[in-house]
């Protein structure tokens, strides 16, 4: 069966540091994958997806970026983190990019910055 | 534009009562839509989802969810909550972005039980 694995679980980090979340993807291939943002009382943001390696579609313009260096791998990164960063962050995963295609969302990973 | 409302913030039921979740969507033509739901810390699940067909989607966990066209409505409903309900709620809608759909998401609705 497949998994979605997110880390770290919570992270604080201080203004002005580096960031990498890590999200990688077990039991399927080729899945398209997405970066959420969900801030406090608020929905979730689609912030990034892509659709193969190397692939890397955004969709708000911001101070983080996105990478896929391997097939099931999705990392989020920012240089230097500002305030308005903190939130919950949830890597997805779907096997098509069809409409309708159900998404698998990883346990998240809650960055505070301070 | 595509976009989803939920207008409740939160919700209050009693264990065992009956539930309904409000979704309003806008879309210019036939949506696929969706219901999530994230418990305290956790990631998103999928409870059902919506194509065409039949209007009334039945989904995991005594779930259903009524597609009413005119309305732009599609509301959730369980018939006897339990305390294990508790979570938070999203109604979701399709958008197409290039060669592929993205969800857009409501703001979501937390449910809380009373025992």
């Known amino acids: 069966s497949q998994t979605i694995h997110q880390w770290p679980a919570t992270l604080v980090q201080p203004v002005g540091s580096p960031l990498s979340l890590e999200c990688t993807v077990e039991g399927t291939s080729n899945p398209n994958l997405y970066w959420y943002r969900q801030a406090a009382g608020r929905g979730l943001q689609l912030l990034f997806y892509s659709v193969g390696i190397g692939q890397i579609s955004s969709e708000v313009p911001q101070n983080l970026s996105a990478s896929r260096p391997q097939d099931r791998q999705f990392i989020l990164s920012s240089k230097k983190l500002l305030l308005s960063d903190s939130g919950f962050y949830l890597c997805a995963w779907s096997e098509l990019a069809g409409r309708g295609d159900t998404q698998y969302f990883g346990p998240g990973t809650r960055l505070t910055v301070l | 534009a595509q976009s989803v409302t939920q207008p409740d913030i939160h919700i209050t039921v009693s264990e065992g009562a009956s539930l309904e979740l409000r979704c309003n969507y806008s879309?210019?033509?036939?949506?696929?839509l969706f219901w999530y739901v994230q418990s305290p810390g956790q990631g998103l699940q999928l409870l059902l989802k919506?194509?065409?067909?039949?209007?009334l989607v039945q989904g995991i966990k005594g779930f259903e969810a009524e597609f009413k066209r005119s309305q732009s409505s599609f509301n959730l409903r369980k018939p006897s909550v339990h305390w294990s309900d508790a979570a938070e709620y999203f109604c979701?809608?399709?958008?197409?972005?290039?060669?592929?759909?993205?969800?857009?998401f409501g703001s979501g609705t937390r449910l809380l039980v009373r025992p």
């Open positions: 979701a809608v399709d958008k197409p972005m290039d060669s592929s759909y993205k969800l857009i």
């Open positions: 879309y210019g033509a036939t949506p696929y």
């Open positions: 919506y194509f065409s067909g039949d209007t």
